[in-house]
């Protein structure tokens, strides 16, 4: 069965960068689209972009712009998510999905980002 | 960007009633939402998508519908384990992928 598994739990300092992987199983790497998605403690879904595993092809939201940078390793079969200048609302766990369609079908287990001075 | 507006924010109901969560999207977009369930501590499971269609081992209480700007989920008879929060999310005109900001469904 399709399983996502992401890295630990990270606790950054302001203005850092921090880097989340997603190692997908039970299919063909290069098959699906991975999405990243954020949920801030307490509050709603936020997509933050997807990759095109087979061409390497990112495209990330708007307000994420300059920020965030999607990558995948395909010798390893896994996706990259990295958020540089981070800042208390950066606060949240980062999720991957992944799906053929633009319907997030499988999730991973999430990853705890903590921005603390 | 599209906007979805979930209603209400908070729903309680008892065992075997029917609950109803509603999404509004600021534009047209036709049968293109999708619905998620999340549990406290859990990622989000696709329940439905197309509107209407069950993601496999979804069970049959959990239902779809509308089209356009106005859409519902239903749980027909609402059982203890069914409890967490409902997203929507379109994906009709994407960048970006939008969802409601989610309705907590509890006994």
């Known amino acids: 069965q399709v399983q996502l598994v992401q890295s630990g739990a990270e606790v950054k300092k302001p203005g850092a960068s921090v880097k989340v992987s997603c190692k997908p199983s039970?299919?063909?790497?290069?098959?699906?689209?991975i999405h990243w998605v954020r949920q801030a403690p307490g509050q709603g879904l936020v997509w933050m972009g997807w990759?095109?595993?087979?061409?390497?092809?990112?495209t990330s939201a708007q307000k994420f712009q300059g920020r965030v940078t999607m990558t995948r390793d395909t010798s390893i079969g896994t996706a990259y998510l990295e958020l540089s200048s981070l800042t208390s609302d950066d606060t949240a766990i980062y999720y991957c999905?992944?799906?053929?369609?633009?319907?997030?079908?499988?999730w991973g287990q999430g990853t705890l980002v903590t921005v603390s001075s | 960007e599209i906007v979805m507006t979930q209603s209400p924010a908070t729903l309680s109901v008892s065992p075997g009633e029917r609950a109803s969560v509603s999404c509004r999207a600021s534009q047209s977009i036709s049968s293109h939402i999708a619905w998620y369930q999340q549990k406290p501590g859990q990622a989000p499971r696709l329940l439905i998508y197309?509107?209407?269609t069950r993601a496999t081992g979804v069970p049959a209480r959990f239902s779809g519908s509308g089209s356009g700007t106005e859409f519902t989920l239903t749980i027909s008879s609402f059982q203890s384990e069914d409890s967490a929060i409902f997203f929507c999310?379109?994906?009709?005109?994407?960048?970006?992928?939008?969802f409601g900001g989610g309705t907590k469904v509890e006994i």
């Open positions: 990759i095109n595993p087979n061409s390497g092809d990112a």
């Open positions: 999310q379109q994906y009709h005109d994407w960048p970006p992928l939008t």
């Open positions: 039970g299919y063909t790497f290069t098959g699906l689209f």
């Open positions: 197309g509107a209407s």
């Open positions: 999905a992944t799906s053929l369609s633009p319907y997030l079908t499988f």
